[in-house]
């Protein structure tokens, strides 16, 4: 009988990866509390037409990457392949978004069917942050800073770089479609066969094409910026401003649309050179008519994700993990003989009750090898219990290069909390 594996890109994370994922959802949870965000936590199923209403059906993420089933009702139903339109839909459900200001992140996996390769995957983790009820560009820059905050707590400032544009309101993107259309109808036997497909249902797109002789065409194609309205040129150079104000280094890309049909007004990326193809480790927007496409009242709101696999590939990368984040215990216990191994658990129970936080693991696997599996361990104390006949259980504790001996556990518990309390 052969083995069930897992299924191609949904992939396990192993006990010795976890402890850096959870050094960044504790530092991500650390910063956004500073900056007074809470979280919300949302199913990963949805019905399928919340993402087609809101995402676009003429995107490539509804047409060939979603996972989509009919449930045993008939209902159809949608592993979520993006975290904004759940948000949205929940704030709406539950009255958290009409007239009011909210502030939430959340964390988890999405679902996309695309090739597996190096920091995409089919089951892959996000972190959004979405901010609803503000239309000024202040709440902008507050959710670029946010970023910002994370890269400098994470170590990998000067590995990002920030890319900024605004796509103005649905009416001045309506006119510059016109435009860019009917420019690229002048050049389409010369577009890339993606292109071609997009020109009609999703041109914006093509602006991102990565195809050389597409890029060539688009350099001189319409510019988005010639035909933005009033208010949102005003809005993009207040935020430019506030950002210099701030000191975030960031580049006007033209060419940044972003892949879902709801953004409007000012999107941004955060994108790195250090992982080859997969540059964007951050990205968001403005998203000022979701809330109502999906029957809510007018209601302006930005967010962005992040992606957690790249971040958790991109901090590898640049080696900037802290070197006790892998440290999962402080202390490995064994007993010197054998008849002393069910005290090793007792002792193990009194350690972490007098020590608050204290992390212990002990050796249950005989008494062969254990200065060799303490230190396959990476243990930074070790301690071994003996039994005394006139002083009852004794302790040794290796820590720092240094050895104790004969250590009452009254002592060792003393000894314990000035190492790790």
């Not at 839909?89 to 009011?100: D, P």
């Not at 400032?157 to 002048?186: H, I, K, P, T, W």
Request: overall charge negative.
């Amino acid at each position: 009988m052969s083995k069930i594996k897992a299924i191609r890109g949904m992939n396990d994370i192993l006990p010795d990866q976890t402890p850096v994922w959870q050094y960044l959802e504790a530092t991500v949870q650390r910063v956004l509390g500073a900056y007074g965000y809470s979280e919300m936590r949302m199913p990963i199923v949805e019905q399928t037409d919340l993402f087609k209403r809101s995402i676009g059906e003429v995107t490539d993420i509804v047409e060939k990457e979603m996972y989509t089933f009919d449930d045993r009702n008939g209902e159809s139903l949608t592993l979520r392949p993006e975290g904004t339109a759940c948000c949205v839909r929940a704030g709406e459900e539950h009255g958290l978004l009409y007239n009011q200001n909210q502030r939430f992140w959340y964390q988890g996996p999405m679902f996309r069917y695309e090739k597996p390769q190096k920091g995409r995957y089919r089951q892959f983790h996000q972190i959004g942050v979405e901010a609803f009820g503000m239309a000024g560009p202040d709440i902008d820059a507050e959710i670029i800073l946010i970023s910002a905050a994370l890269w400098r707590e994470l170590g990998m400032s000067d590995a990002v770089v920030l890319q900024l544009n605004s796509l103005g309101s649905n009416a001045a993107r309506a006119e510059y479609r016109e435009a860019l259309v009917a420019y690229l109808r002048e050049h389409y036997d010369a577009l890339d066969e993606d292109s071609q497909r997009r020109l009609e249902s999703n041109p914006l797109r093509i602006l991102d094409s990565k195809d050389e002789g597409t890029r060539a065409i688009l350099e001189q194609a319409p510019r988005l910026q010639d035909h933005l309205d009033e208010e949102s040129r005003h809005d993009f150079e207040q935020l430019c401003s506030m950002l210099d104000e701030a000191g975030i280094r960031y580049e006007v890309n033209p060419y940044l649309v972003r892949g879902l049909d709801y953004y409007c007004k000012t999107v941004f990326e955060w994108v790195t050179d250090k992982l080859g193809a997969q540059g964007t480790v951050c990205a968001g927007g403005r998203y000022d008519g979701l809330v109502k496409q999906l029957g809510g009242k007018p209601t302006p709101a930005v967010g962005f994700a992040m992606g957690v696999e790249r971040l958790i590939l991109l901090l590898e990368t640049l080696d900037v993990v802290p070197a006790d984040v892998r440290q999962t215990f402080d202390l490995y216990l064994a007993a010197e003989h054998k008849g002393l191994q069910h005290q090793v658990i007792l002792m193990a129970e009194q350690l972490r009750q007098a020590v608050p936080g204290l992390r212990v693991r002990t050796h249950c696997a005989g008494l062969k090898n254990i200065a060799a599996k303490a230190r396959q361990t990476g243990a930074p104390a070790i301690a071994l219990m003996r039994a005394d006949e006139d002083k009852g259980h004794q302790m040794s504790l290796w820590h720092d290069g240094e050895t104790e001996y004969d250590l009452s556990p009254d002592a060792m518990i003393e000894k314990l909390k000035a190492l790790f309390a």
